[in-house]
């Protein structure tokens, strides 16, 4: 079914969701499933499956030379959306990356993706490979989220990349966005990010999933600015329990984000990392309950595959 529909049926009831990364090459499916069947007792419509493009790596030889090497890390979004629904019954929702994919390749995921019954995609650009200082596209690939979204709504219609193909076959992939309360960090201002985000919406976007946040009024704030630009597609927020102190310094590094003072104040008193989960998890909780009382669509969370922290949190909320 497709997330729209879902919230639609919830009739203002707020969902669960979360997020998982393929496992690491050559490992198998078990992990997942081991991430998923604690949160299954929270009724979750849909798990989304993230996508990662290649990278480079330095292999160091006997002789001390170095070589070059490319390979994706977590291949396998599409065949672990296939297991996921397979075993839970549930939607899985795969995200879409221009990196590390030509415009035929993408293709070919979309028809797969509509042979297996997957109904939502999430599209974006994708992350910058390691190593490399920004985001480079792939030769034959898209440069822009706003591109491969066209893509998607041109199959939606049944329009292909090449003439030849036969038009009567259409997908019907209901499209998510990416969306940054606290701004994309390549972008100049706030403003030009939302011009883009407009775009997306007008190109056939219907909802948006934002990055983490650990402040409430960051999202309520950006939520209050798509209404006032005109996006009225629901907005869901994506959230990360604290876990660690290091992620003190990783997640504004990695995610662009900021860590409100409270927060790090009370990370930075705790003597233990088992000390600074409790925190983060009793933060989190506090930030969902607003987040329900604020009307969010959805909850969905970042688990990174460690789903105790989520589960401990979704017991208060759900
Ligand atoms: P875009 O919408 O393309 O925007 C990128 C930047 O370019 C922004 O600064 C924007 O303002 C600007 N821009 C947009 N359109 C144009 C245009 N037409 N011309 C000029 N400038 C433009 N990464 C992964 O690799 N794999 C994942 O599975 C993944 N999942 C994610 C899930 C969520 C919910 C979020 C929030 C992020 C995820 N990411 C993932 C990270 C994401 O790929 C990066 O944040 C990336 O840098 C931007 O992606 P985007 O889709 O927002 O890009």
Request: aromatic letters at 10%; proline letters at 6%.
């Amino acid at each position: 079914m497709k997330i729209t529909e879902h919230i639609a049926n919830a009739k203002g009831k707020t969902l669960f969701s979360f997020e998982l990364l393929p496992p690491i090459k050559g490992s198998n499916l078990q992990g997942i499933f081991n991430a998923i069947d604690p949160l299954m007792e929270f009724n979750p419509p849909f798990i989304d499956v993230t996508s990662s493009r290649e990278d480079h790596l330095y292999k160091e030889h006997a002789s001390g030379l170095l070589e070059k090497v490319t390979f994706r890390k977590r291949p396998g979004t599409v065949a672990v959306c296939a297991a996921i629904m397979n075993k839970y019954k549930v939607d899985a929702v795969p995200h879409l990356i221009c990196g590390g994919f030509t415009k035929e390749e993408t293709e070919y995921a979309l028809i797969d993706l509509q042979f297996l019954g997957i109904d939502n995609v999430l599209v974006l650009r994708g992350d910058a490979r390691k190593g490399d200082a920004g985001f480079v596209p792939t030769p034959g690939g898209h440069c822009y989220a706003t591109e491969l979204l066209e893509q998607v709504t041109n199959m939606n219609n049944g329009i292909y990349l090449h003439e030849y193909q036969d038009t009567s076959f259409k997908t019907d992939f209901c499209i998510g966005v990416a969306a940054y309360p606290e701004k994309h960090f390549e972008a100049p201002n706030l403003k030009t990010d939302f011009k883009y985000l407009k775009q997306k919406v007008a190109g056939g976007a219907e909802f948006i999933v934002t990055q983490m946040f650990f402040d409430n009024s960051k999202y309520k704030e950006f939520v209050t600015q798509c209404r006032e630009n005109g996006i009225n597609i629901p907005i869901i927020p994506g959230l990360k329990p604290l876990t660690t102190a290091k992620q003190l310094i990783n997640l504004p590094k990695i995610f662009h984000i900021d860590i409100p003072e409270d927060l790090s104040d009370a990370v930075q008193a705790c003597k233990t990392d088992k000390d600074v989960k409790e925190v983060g998890i009793e933060w989190m909780i506090n930030q969902c309950k607003e987040l329900v009382e604020f009307g969010a669509p959805v909850l969905h969370f970042y688990t990174m595959g460690n789903a105790e922290p989520t589960k401990r949190i979704a017991q208060e909320i759900f």
